[in-house]
């Protein structure tokens, strides 16, 4: 099945400013339909950022980000570190554990998330 692609903006100010805010350096991030990167995005980090993508459409665009920081206070309140809590987020997780697939898009099953 053919999944839509967000739109890609590179070279922009925005993850930088939004880096004071994350406990990681932001490199590109998904906001609704938009991936917004600091730089030329590899094949790797937009896949990465369409697996984002689709979480959004599968849970709304207010859902996701509802969720993503629920998740992270979750996983700081079970005692991990800002950026471990981070990498833990279920939705990193499946963006991490597939963007250097090729076909993960193509071959994606709703909610693969709530799998891991």
């Known amino acids: 099945m053919k999944r ?11 993850p930088i400013w939004l880096s004071v805010l994350s ?8 906001l609704g339909p938009v991936v917004i990167s600091k730089g030329e995005m590899s094949s790797e980090v937009k896949r990465h950022e369409a697996i984002h993508f689709q979480q959004y459409i599968e849970l709304g665009f207010i859902g996701f980000p509802v969720l993503y920081l629920i998740f992270w206070l979750l996983n700081r309140l079970k005692g991990q570190s800002p ?8 939705f990193e997780r499946e963006a991490y554990l597939h963007q250097d697939d090729s076909q993960y898009l193509e071959s994606r099953k709703r909610f693969s998330w709530l799998s891991l």
């Not at 839509?4 to 925005?14: H, K, L, M, Q």
């Not at 950026?83 to 279920?90: G, R, V």
């Open 4 to 14: 839509w692609r967000p739109w890609y903006i590179e070279n922009s100010d925005i």
């Open 23 to 30: 406990p990681i350096e932001i490199q590109a991030i998904t």
């Open 83 to 90: 950026t471990a809590a981070y990498y833990n987020i279920l």
